[in-house]
């Protein structure tokens, strides 16, 4: 390794399942955080140990999502980081992007993925580094039964390239 090359620290919430698993394959230098180790974001007491656990990381990856859960997260995260130079990139979803009027069933998750959306927008500072990106839906996805033209996905070579590509930017 050349001198001089920082090494970066990543905490990675979601990193057991979907892309947070592809995800963490990726990362060197990571503490990952999910329901399955012990965490879950809807408790404010887990949000609360995640940003303690991750005070050394340069860079925090907000993947997993339950209800409003990752939006407080940020919220929580910013409070504590908002004048350090560091990054958060919020992980989205192309279902923001989706008349639901036929479907109302994913009106919850698509009013939960906007609100982090504008949330991340609305707490740009300058010298934290918020970041969104969204990507298309799995393959499998329950909500591709009721849109076959989102089949055509996002795929996880295509998912990591452009989160490291948002984070080196």
Not at 12 to 27: C, D, M, R, S, W
Not at 87 to 93: A, E, K, L, M
Not at 133 to 161: C, H, M, N, R
């Amino acid at each position: 390794m050349d001198k001089g090359v920082t090494i970066l620290k990543y905490a990675l919430t979601g990193h057991t399942k979907g892309f947070g698993f592809y995800i963490a394959k990726e990362l060197s230098n990571f503490i990952g955080f999910s329901r399955t180790t012990g965490y879950d974001i809807t408790k404010v007491s887990d949000r609360n140990r995640i940003i303690n656990q991750s005070v050394d990381c340069e860079v925090f990856i907000n993947n997993t999502c339950s209800g409003d859960a990752q939006t407080r997260l940020l919220i929580d995260l910013y409070n504590v980081w908002h004048n350090t130079n560091k990054t958060i990139v919020n992980i989205g979803s192309d279902i923001t992007k989706i008349d639901l009027k036929n479907t109302p069933q994913f009106l919850h998750e698509q009013l939960n993925k906007n609100m982090l959306m504008h949330t991340s927008n609305i707490l740009q500072n300058g010298i934290l580094r918020i970041k969104y990106i969204s990507w298309g839906f799995w393959k499998d996805s329950p909500i591709t039964k009721f849109y076959p033209e989102l089949t055509v996905s996002t795929t996880v070579d295509q998912a990591v390239k452009e989160l490291f590509e948002c984070i080196h930017d």
